[in-house]
Nanobody
Framework: VQLQASGGGLVQTGDSLRLSCADS????????MAWFRQAPGKEREFVAA????????EYADSEKGRFTISRDNAKNTLYLQMNSLTPDDTAVYYC?????????????????WGQGTLVTVSS
C-alpha cells in the first residue's frame, strides 16, 4: 500500500476543495479508507471513512453535511469533497488505510498513511 495525497491549497472561507489520495498498490479495493487531519498544535483527528464497497461511510460530527468521502476502486483513488470551508478546517489532511470490515476513528487503527496535503482556509 502506497498512498499519495494531493489537492490541498490556499482557499477562502466558503470555498470548496477536493482532495485525492491515490494508491499505487494492488489492494486498494480491499481496504477501508479514511481521511484524518491535523491542525497546528493539535492531535490528529478523524474526518471520514469509507468501506470497500456499498458506499458505507462515517463522518465526524463537525464535517457532516459539508464533507463527502468517496472512492473509485477502478482508479485506486480516494476523494474528499469539502464544501463551505472555514478557517477551522485549516490542517494537514492525511489519507489512511486499514484492512478488515470495521470503520475506525482512531489513527492507531490505520497502519498505512499518505504523506499529507496542506489545506489553508483564509478568513
Amino acid at each position: 500500500v502506497q498512498l499519495q495525497a494531493s489537492g490541498g491549497g490556499l482557499v477562502q472561507t466558503g470555498d470548496s476543495l477536493r482532495l485525492s489520495c491515490a494508491d499505487s498498490g494492488r489492494t486498494f479495493s480491499t481496504l477501508i479508507m479514511a481521511w484524518f487531519r491535523q491542525a497546528p498544535g493539535k492531535e490528529r483527528e478523524f474526518v471520514a471513512a469509507i468501506r470497500q464497497s456499498r458506499g458505507i461511510k462515517e463522518y465526524a460530527d463537525s464535517e457532516k453535511g459539508r464533507f463527502t468521502i468517496s472512492r473509485d476502486n477502478a482508479k485506486n483513488t480516494l476523494y474528499l469533497q469539502m464544501n463551505s470551508l472555514t478557517p477551522d478546517d485549516t490542517a494537514v489532511y492525511y489519507c489512511a488505510a486499514r484492512e478488515g470490515s470495521l470503520l475506525k476513528r482512531t489513527p492507531t487503527e490505520y497502519p498505512w498513511w499518505g504523506q499529507g496535503t496542506l489545506v489553508t482556509v483564509s478568513s
